[in-house]
């Protein structure tokens, strides 16, 4: 059996991954040589594609290149965090200093090109399998003392520091579910339901694109947003939450 052989009988569920690359002709055959080894693969060429793609795929590991034409790939790096996404920079640079960048950015791995098929396809696996594997080992507990406050009435999330995040209805509706939970998770289903939703199945990655907005909105004010990702099931608050009138 092969090593790549191995390593498919150890992973019970297709992975999914994005692929963010404007070289059409390295970003196609990487693309086809993943998924001749059983890694489903969503490839696009440009920041504001990846973005929507994000939005409404479900993925396990994203792999992006850092020169872009729209945009640069440190900060869709910074994007990711948070999000349980595992991310694999891929890019040209070799220096140091974009090297510790990325990785300060978020980045689980760093290949320079040219890649070697074979040793991604185990990279991009044995990461998948890290991250599922952390998933179902424990539930992830609160990572901090200090209380992050709902403000319903007003609309806005308080963080500790005294910050506040000026919601939107249907941000507001998706924190209000979280501090509901009281921690625990809350799934795509209710929390599309209550964003005013009907359709579950064509409706709930939705859900997705309202949690990136909010980090957007607590990034902007030099905070990361304490909502943890559990993979195929839902969200949750990583940090106590409370709830004023």
């Known amino acids: 059996m092969s090593m790549i052989a191995r390593f498919n009988s150890m992973t019970d569920k297709p992975i999914r991954t994005i692929f963010l690359e404007d070289d059409q002709v390295l970003r196609k055959s990487l693309a086809d040589f993943l998924s001749l080894n059983s890694i489903s693969v969503v490839d696009v060429a440009s920041v504001s594609a990846f973005r929507k793609a994000i939005v409404v795929g479900d993925f396990d590991v994203a792999l992006i290149d850092l020169g872009l034409p729209d945009g640069s790939g440190f900060d869709v ?3 990711l965090r948070g999000t349980g996404i595992g991310l694999i920079i891929i890019t040209a640079r070799s220096g140091l200093a974009d090297r510790l960048q990325g990785y300060q950015d978020g980045a689980d791995l760093y290949f320079t090109k040219p890649v070697d098929g074979t040793e991604l396809v185990l990279a991009i696996r044995n990461l998948a399998r890290r991250l599922r594997r952390a998933e179902n080992d424990a539930e992830p507990r609160p990572t901090t003392h200090a209380k992050w406050t709902f403000d319903r009435t007003g609309q806005r999330l308080i963080a500790p520091t005294g910050l506040s995040i000026k919601l939107s209805g249907r941000e507001a509706a998706f924190v209000e579910q979280l501090s509901k939970a009281g921690g625990e998770t809350v799934s795509r289903e209710e929390l599309t339901l209550a964003l ?3 359709d579950i199945d064509s409706e709930s990655r939705r ?39």
């Not at 694109?209 to 969200?235: C, I, N, T, Y």
Request: charged letters at 30%; a positive charge; glycine letters at 4%.
């Open 77 to 79: 790096a910074r994007e």
């Open 207 to 245: 859900v997705d694109a309202v949690l990136r907005r909010l980090r957007q909105k607590a990034r902007a004010l030099d905070m990361e947003l304490p909502v943890h990702a559990v993979h195929s099931l839902g969200f949750r608050f990583s940090a106590k939450l409370s709830t004023i009138k």
């Open 196 to 198: 005013g939703y009907r």
